[in-house]
Structures are given as C-alpha cells and as structure tokens.
C-alpha cells in the first residue's frame, strides 16, 4: 500500500490506495500577506470587515486585562503589616499570589478567549504581530484597550483599598531588596 502527502504552494495532495484527497488551503489575508515581506508583519485590513466583532473584541481585551490587574495584583496586597520579618506565612502569601493570577488567567481564558483570544497583555499581543497570527492595526488597539484596562484596574484597586493596608503604597508592585543592587537585578 502506497501512501505519500505533498504541499505544493499552499495545495495538499494526499494519496492512499484508492482514495486521493486534494485540500486547498488558503489564509483570509493571503493577498495582504503577498504584497508585503514574507515574514514581516501584515496590516490585517481585512479584519475590520465585521465592526461588531471587533469592537467585541477590544472590549474583552479592556476587561480581560482590568480583572487580572484588579485581582490579580489585589492578591499581593494586604496581610500583618507589624509581623517580624520572614515568617511562616509568608510562603503562603506567595501561594495564594501563584494561585490567584494563574486561575483568574484560566478564567479569562475560557470567558474571553473566544471573543479576543484573550491576550490581556500588550507583550503577548506584540508576540502576535511579529508572528503574523494577528494584523497591526488590530494588534495596536488591543495594545491600546490592555493599556487601559489596566489603568482602570489599578485606579478601583486604589480607591478600594484602605489606606493603611499592607502594600497599599505600590498597589502590589515589586521592587528589589534592600540588599540587592540594580546591577545584581
């Protein structure tokens, strides 16, 4: 029994006794992509054909990446501010802290995931845009909306926290020890 599969400019042909199956395949942006560099990012016109999904879409970024700030850094804050150095609570700080921005990622994954892809950080996005799996133009307002989003959830965490709360000063920002240089970091 024979059996072989070849590409040939996007076409695959595949061959097995007496069925053969041809599949053509084709990218919704092949034309953008053939007039620009072969490996270098496309504008990705074409996905502002449908407005609504779109503006679905950066609304989910905006608040995909406002609960992670919001919860998320949320989780860094608070605990005894008069506690002695290291205790033994510390280490379930940094538990809750793992626990707490890998659920509320899963979460967001499976809410937003289908309506944005669920970036929820413009690094991701850029990751996206230099890998050709989403265009600039789009890339660049979620970029946008992300930025936002995460403003806006660090602003409610601030006006909700109390003042005297543990960590309420950098809203669960890190910052090097007091032994450790900016050389060593």
């Known amino acids: 029994k024979q059996w072989y599969q070849r590409r040939v400019h996007g076409e695959y042909q595949t061959e097995s006794g007496c069925l053969s199956v041809k599949l053509h395949l ?15 990012p496309y504008p990705g016109f074409s996905e502002f054909k449908n407005k609504s999904e779109l503006v ?18 949320g989780s860094c804050i608070g605990g005894d501010q008069f506690e002695a150095g290291i205790q033994l609570d510390d280490q379930s700080n940094v538990v809750r802290i793992a626990f707490c921005f890998g659920l509320t990622v899963a ?29 600039m133009i789009k890339g660049a307002l979620y970029a946008v909306f992300q930025c936002a989003g995460a403003i806006c959830g660090a602003a409610i965490l601030k006006l909700s926290i109390p003042e005297n709360m543990r960590g309420a000063d950098t809203l669960g920002g890190t910052a090097l020890g007091s032994r450790v240089t900016t050389g060593q970091a």
């Not at 919704?28 to 490996?39: A, F, I, N, S, V």
């Not at 679905?56 to 850094?73: H, K, Q």
Request: with cysteine; hydrophobic share 45%; aromatic share 0%.
């Open 107 to 135: 979460a967001l994954v499976q809410t937003l995931g289908h309506v944005s892809g669920c970036h929820v950080n413009p690094a991701v996005t850029l990751g996206l845009i230099i890998g050709r799996k989403i265009g």
């Open 56 to 73: 679905r879409a950066i609304l989910a970024e905006l608040v995909g990446t406002l609960l992670l700030v919001l919860v998320g850094c």
């Open 26 to 40: 084709v990218d919704k942006d092949q034309e953008e992509e053939e007039m620009g560099l072969p490996h270098a």
